[in-house]
């Protein structure tokens, strides 16, 4: 009997073993060296370096290809370099919260509305979950059957003036029909409308120019008397950035010129590429280097934030700067101060002498995100360049006027006129506030006739 007993015994201790944890690929659990792959990848994909990130977690998923948190790690890298069905397709038989809000977001931004909001209602379903966004858009979506989201007609390519506005990127557009101006806000992720006007979201449509009509927009609220205040003019739209990313935009600040095109322009000539990813497919996050022997940080690109560049202390120390030099500037909170950098690097673009902001509040981004973020890239550094949107968004390419970063002598910084309006370029006064909204920049000259396209600058394709 006991000859009988142990064999079995022993049997039930190894499928013990097994199930309690084992190096099995196929089980839940990850074995060691899955492990490291999955570290690895969490901290590339929290550092922005989406190339080591990708290549660490098809590390992690081929020695464990059924583990939950190595599926979902792995479809937030997809969604966050745009790649909609890849991050469906890891995603499919979970259905978790984070698994369903990864999906739901893949839908929406794949334009596949229905099962969006199939999949963002029932995420809203567990009572742990508060997302406003998902709410808005899971609503919006429903609204939205048989729509084709930013089907574009009339044209291929329109441009249109940007009345002057300092560094803010001020559109003139028109709104179902109603003239309006909008901000171009890559802080935000979808189109977003004065709720003093509309108090639900809506499908929309926006003409820029004589022909080119954008249809089926969509578009969530907000109150942007606040903005509109601000800037002197009254500001009845953001332009975020999926809305932007349909439709292939170029802005120029300098050369007052925003281009919408219907398809992605060719690369243009003498330009950088600079590659970009989204947290959750919406925050608008691109890497630079602030030294030589920096590997490269994470900044969020904040075209509703005036200052040139903002960033925080470990990466202000890390550059070499002397803080000491860092002034206050006319119309910003006294806390900030502004300074130069020694080195800048921006994709394969060095930019020497750029200024940067210590003091301006981080915090409210960072928890925003789930990423490492080392700060913030403003309106102020994005004026120095023509810029342009491509591959549906996945980089930007830059083009720089050499006269922007050429030597001049330093000027003592003067108190801001009265109601006027800063020059626009990367030195312009800071002054936005600490709640991220567009400060101050005078009244935006009246945009006279913006209706005629006006013939694309070098570098942006027709």
């Known amino acids: 009997m006991q000859r009988l007993i142990a064999p079995a015994f022993f049997l039930l201790l190894g499928a013990a073993s097994i199930a309690c944890g084992g190096p099995d690929p196929n089980t839940s659990a990850r074995a060691p060296i899955a492990d490291k792959w999955f570290n690895r990848a969490k901290a590339a994909y929290r550092n922005g370096d989406l190339d080591d990130a990708s290549a660490a977690i098809d590390g992690a ?20 370099k745009l790649e909609y069905a890849e991050a469906i397709k890891l995603t499919e038989g979970l259905s978790d919260t984070d698994a369903r809000g990864i999906r739901g977001r893949a839908f929406w931004y794949a334009g596949d509305i229905d099962r969006a909001a199939d999949e963002l209602e029932e995420m809203l379903r567990d009572p742990a979950v508060k997302d406003t966004w998902a709410r808005d858009v899971a609503k919006l979506a429903r609204r939205g059957q048989g729509r084709h989201p930013f089907a574009i007609e009339g ?68 109150d942007l008397s606040n903005i509109s205040r601000q800037l002197g003019a009254p500001i009845k739209a953001l332009l975020g950035v999926n809305a932007l990313r349909h439709m292939h935009v170029t802005f120029d600040r300098r050369g007052s010129q925003f281009v919408v095109r219907k398809s992605d322009p060719p690369a243009p000539p003498d330009a950088n590429r600079v590659p970009l990813f989204y947290v959750r497919g919406g925050g608008m996050m691109m890497r630079a ?17 005036f200052y040139p560049l903002a960033l925080d202390d470990t990466m202000l120390k890390r550059s070499g700067a002397n803080l000491s030099t860092f002034q206050p500037q006319p119309g910003a909170p006294p806390t900030w101060k502004l300074g130069m950098l020694p080195y800048f690097k921006l994709g394969t673009l060095d930019l ?39 591959e549906d968004g996945r980089w930007l390419w830059l083009e720089l006027d050499p006269a922007v970063f050429s030597p001049q002598p330093q000027a003592r910084p003067q108190p801001p006129v009265p109601g006027g309006t800063p020059p626009p370029g990367v030195a312009a006064p800071p002054s936005a506030p600490p709640d991220n909204t567009p400060a101050p920049v005078g009244p935006p000259k009246p945009p006279a006739k913006t209706d ?6 070098k570098g942006a394709a027709k």
């Open 61 to 80: 998923l081929k020695a464990a290809p059924k583990d939950v948190e190595s599926r979902l790690l792995a479809s937030r890298i997809a969604l966050a």
């Open 155 to 222: 044209g291929v390519v329109a441009s249109v003036e940007m009345p002057q506005a300092g560094p803010a990127l001020v559109v003139p557009c028109e709104l179902d029909g109603e003239r309006v101006l909008a901000l171009v806000a890559t802080a935000m992720g979808e189109l977003m409308i004065d709720s003093t006007s509309r108090k639900e979201p809506a499908w929309v449509n926006l003409r820029f120019g004589e022909r080119l009509e954008v249809k089926d927009v969509p578009a969530l609220t907000t």
């Open 289 to 305: 280097s602030v030294s030589k022997q920096d590997d490269g940080s994470l900044l969020f690109v904040d075209s509703s934030a």
């Open 352 to 390: 020497p002498e750029i200024p940067a902001m210590q003091g301006a509040p981080l915090a409210d981004y960072k928890s925003n995100f789930d990423v490492d973020l080392g700060g913030v890239v403003g309106a102020g550094l994005l004026s120095a360049f023509r810029v342009t949107f491509g």
């Open 452 to 457: 005629a396209p006006k013939t694309e600058g």
